[in-house]
């Protein structure tokens, strides 16, 4: 392919994503569902024509969602806001995201080891990608939920990504070790982590509040992502949690340094810290719209469609799911003392981040780690099936309260409130 044909290919994809995008706010039909069809129809296309050499785009697929699954946590961080009347908000949430998560580990673990026969090491880094809640799909779906539903959704979500991601380490990291995955040691270990994590967090994120006020030069948002970037991938080489540096950093950051201890916010402008925070939500949400419309361009382009003539992955892809939602029904029923379904029962698409743990475990070098069970056709499947599961809910949900009189706020930090948010409201 030569240079005139990318350079016409690659702005055409990108003007594409856009209308999903438009198309998406207004049908609520997730807009990477049909990214990754269209990656699928262009495969279909280029092996037609010849071409069957995916080796670089296979390349990139690990790098883009990396940086994609950065950049998400950092959007989702920068709209979270920390007051006092949302700390049971946001402990609900927690909570809501720890038991569903350990739940559906332990029911698809045994699902996997008693009915599929998988061996229980590989049974459990399977299930952890499968149990993790999508943010950035389910939090643009839940504009349609009032006020509270929707602000609980952001902060479940969000620590779904960030606890799921942390267990998915921690197991890998005993099972590697041939380890017990409870017992004292590791886990005073892994807290004495993410305590000092935290504390580096607050270090970093007043040393880059410090240089975002100190640059003068127009081009200074960039260098902050790229450091953030860096301290993760330097944090990840010695198996530390370190996207909850970059989870802390959008808090505080998105707070406008209000939480940072007051010996820090002395020798920090806050409210030149505010306004340099629309800038760089900006920024942060532009560049994750390019990389997940490339990340899952890719990701359907390196999937051909006789990987789905079997229909054995759609039994498994419809077990997985029923326990999903399943396990998702029941604490919803238990928790909140009513077995009727609710809307936030089918808020829980799966995307990104199972795509890229999937390929961290296809890339390990230990072959009893891995099983040609649950494969990338089980995973499609699930993530396809799951998003149209809280699509057929959220337009249930409308259905009843479209004649009712309700102003629905997005949960965002007062701090960006402005225009360009304003037109997100009206949409």
Not at 20 to 38: E, G, N, Q, R
Not at 245 to 252: A, N, P, R, V
Request: charged letters at 15%; glycine letters at 4%.
């Amino acid at each position: 392919m030569n240079t005139g044909s990318i350079l016409m290919l690659l702005p055409l994809l990108i003007i594409f994503s856009y209308l999903f995008d438009l198309l998406a706010k207004k049908t609520k039909f997730p807009s990477v569902i049909l990214l990754m069809i269209t990656g699928i129809i262009a495969r279909t296309v280029a092996n037609q024509y010849g071409f069957d050499n995916t080796f670089l785009l296979n390349s990139l697929i690990p790098v883009l969602g990396t940086i994609g699954l950065i950049l998400i946590v950092m959007e989702g961080a920068l709209e979270l806001e920390i007051k006092k009347e949302k700390l049971g908000l946001i402990f609900s949430g927690f909570f809501a995201a720890f038991v569903i998560l350990i739940l559906n580990i332990i029911l698809l673990k045994s699902f996997f080891v008693y009915a599929l026969e998988i061996p229980n090491n590989p049974a459990i880094l399977y299930a952890i990608p499968l149990s993790i809640i999508s943010s950035a799909v389910v939090i643009p779906s839940a504009s349609g939920l009032v006020n509270k539903d929707r602000e609980f959704i952001v902060y479940e979500s969000t620590f779904s990504d960030i606890l799921g991601i942390v267990f998915f380490n921690y197991c890998l990291q005993q099972i590697e070790s041939n380890e017990l995955l409870i017992s004292p040691e590791p886990l005073i270990q892994l807290s004495l982590q993410i305590l000092g994590i935290v504390f580096l967090s607050l270090i970093i994120t007043y040393l880059l509040a410090k240089l975002i006020q100190g640059i003068d030069h127009h081009i200074k948002f960039f260098l902050i992502l790229a450091i953030l970037i860096l301290v993760y991938a330097i944090g990840k080489s010695f198996h530390f949690p370190s996207l909850l540096t970059i989870f802390i950093f959008g808090i505080f950051l998105g707070n406008g340094g209000n939480l940072l201890p007051r010996f820090m916010t002395k020798s920090i402008n806050i409210e030149e810290t505010k306004k340099s925070l629309h800038e760089f939500h900006v920024l942060t949400s532009e560049s994750t719209f390019l990389v997940r419309t490339f990340f899952f361009l890719f990701f359907g382009f390196s999937i051909t469609i006789d990987s789905f003539i079997s229909p054995i992955p759609y039994f498994y892809a419809i077990a997985i799911l029923v326990i999903m939602f399943g396990a998702r029904h029941l604490y919803f029923s238990i928790s909140k003392l009513n077995f009727k379904t609710s809307p936030l029962v089918f808020m829980s698409p799966r995307g990104l981040i199972s795509i890229l743990l999937f390929l961290q475990l296809e890339a390990l070098n230990d072959v009893n780690l891995k099983t040609n069970i649950i494969d990338e056709r089980v995973l499609l499947l699930v993530i396809l099936l799951s998003m149209l599961i809280m699509l057929l809910g959220t337009l249930k949900k409308r259905d009843k309260i479209k004649d009712i009189p309700l102003e629905i706020e997005i949960p965002i930090n007062e701090d960006l409130n402005t225009d360009y948010y304003n037109d997100e409201k009206n949409d």
